[in-house]
């Protein structure tokens, strides 16, 4: 028994895997309908945020006690995990490294001390005065006058990130620090060409896997469209953002999938491309969806062989290209009536749905193609995912 913490499509995708592998989920769900509860036989309805709903789901009877307790989100209290590792309770990934995910300060002074590529970065006092003190001084120092302010927790999918040229920019983030909200990082705006993610794996006794690096194509700040492998990357350039992904999970002692988002740029010393680290994510990730369908292990199913500490499977590819394209948002009132037309126009496409409300730019589902021509995957992907969006 895996227990699980969040009701998203994370954990919903995390079912087919488990129901192969004859192991049990158990999740901890924000809604009974949520996206995970419509395929999971055994949930409970509960906030992240509640000690006592994941006491409850970890151990509700001494009968079915979970073996080990995972995520689908970050978002889940750092000083209960502990407790809950100090008395017994295997938790992966654990809590000293789930922090890494939760506070960019802290992902960014522990990347800088491991040495790894990280963008230029302070970080910003929460005395208004200083803050904005510290932010002139980095834009001072900056080519454009301009930089990327963040705040420390909470951010995801664009949320959280603004680009800046003045304090004034972030005015409210700096009088909500000072009265006790996360405060915020500055740092420097790089000037990537494109946006890479590296995939890896590893469980408690060390074995690491790493998948293909992908491209990862953002629309407003939400991942549009995944290219597996990255197209025209050099096998240099490849290792070096495998070995950072294997460099962060070892350095950071972290269990199950993680997702390294990075930056590619043109290093202005070499005139060569080099990459550089954005995020961290401590679960499946977006990135990592075209794996269900494009390789021999899918990220859900590594990530559970992972935190029971299983043999980790292949990642090799299993056709030359895969593309993933999100279904962010959609004008039809049911997702499912444009499965007819998709599929007998795209009899080789692959739809997960995720059992969601439609709402504008919401992620709604995702559609794999596979496929030896890159040109043509990529086109009907796109073609697939806009059918399910109504277009």
């Not at 409970?44 to 994941?54: F, K, L, N, Q, Y």
């Not at 293909?212 to 995944?226: F, H, L, T």
Request: charged residues 25%; hydrophobic residues 45%; proline residues 7%.
């Amino acid at each position: 028994m895996i227990a699980v913490v969040g009701g998203g499509q994370l954990a919903r995708m995390m079912a087919p895997a488990a129901g192969e592998l004859g192991v049990r989920l158990r999740a901890l769900v924000e809604a009974p309908d949520g996206s995970a509860a419509q395929v999971l036989t055994d949930t409970r309805v509960g906030a992240a945020s509640d000690e006592a709903a994941i006491r409850a789901l970890i151990a509700p009877d001494d009968e079915d006690a979970a073996a080990v307790l995972t995520f689908e989100h970050e978002h889940v209290p750092n000083a209960l995990l502990q407790d809950l590792l100090e008395h017994g309770t295997p938790v992966h990934p654990g809590p000293d490294a789930l922090v890494h995910a939760q506070d960019k300060i802290i992902m960014r002074t522990r990347l800088t001390e491991l040495g790894l590529p990280c963008p230029r970065w302070v970080p910003v006092p929460t005395d208004p005065d200083a803050a904005r003190s510290v932010i002139a001084d980095f834009l001072a120092g900056e080519r454009d006058g301009e930089a990327v302010a963040k705040t420390s927790r909470g951010g995801y999918d664009g949320k959280g990130v603004r680009v800046i040229s003045s304090s004034d920019d972030v005015a409210d983030w700096i009088e909500a620090a000072a009265s006790g909200a996360p405060p915020l990082l500055v740092e420097e705006k790089v000037p990537f060409t494109r946006e890479l993610a590296a995939l890896v794996a590893r469980r408690p006794s060390g074995e690491v896997r790493t998948w293909p690096v992908v491209e990862s194509i953002q629309r407003d700040g939400v991942c549009s469209e995944v290219i597996a492998p990255a197209p025209g990357i050099s096998a240099e350039l490849e290792e070096r953002a495998e070995q950072i992904a294997r460099d962060v999970a070892t350095g950071l002692g972290v269990t199950g999938v993680l997702a390294v988002e990075l930056f590619e740029y043109l290093d202005p010393a070499t005139g060569e491309p080099a990459v550089s680290v954005n995020e961290l994510a401590m679960r499946p990730h977006n990135s990592g969806h075209w794996t269900i369908d494009g390789a021999v292990t899918s990220q859900f199913e590594q990530h559970l062989r992972a935190v029971l500490d299983l043999p980790l499977g292949s990642t090799d590819p299993v056709a030359p290209w895969t593309v993933m394209a999100n279904v962010l948002g959609s004008s039809l009132t049911e997702l499912t009536d444009a499965l007819p037309a998709l599929m007998e126009r795209f009899p080789e496409a692959r739809v997960n749905l995720y059992g969601k409300g439609i709402r504008a730019g919401r992620k709604l589902g995702h559609v794999n193609v596979s496929g030896s021509d890159l040109d043509t995957v990529r086109e009907r992907a796109l073609a697939a995912a806009a059918l399910l969006r109504g277009e």
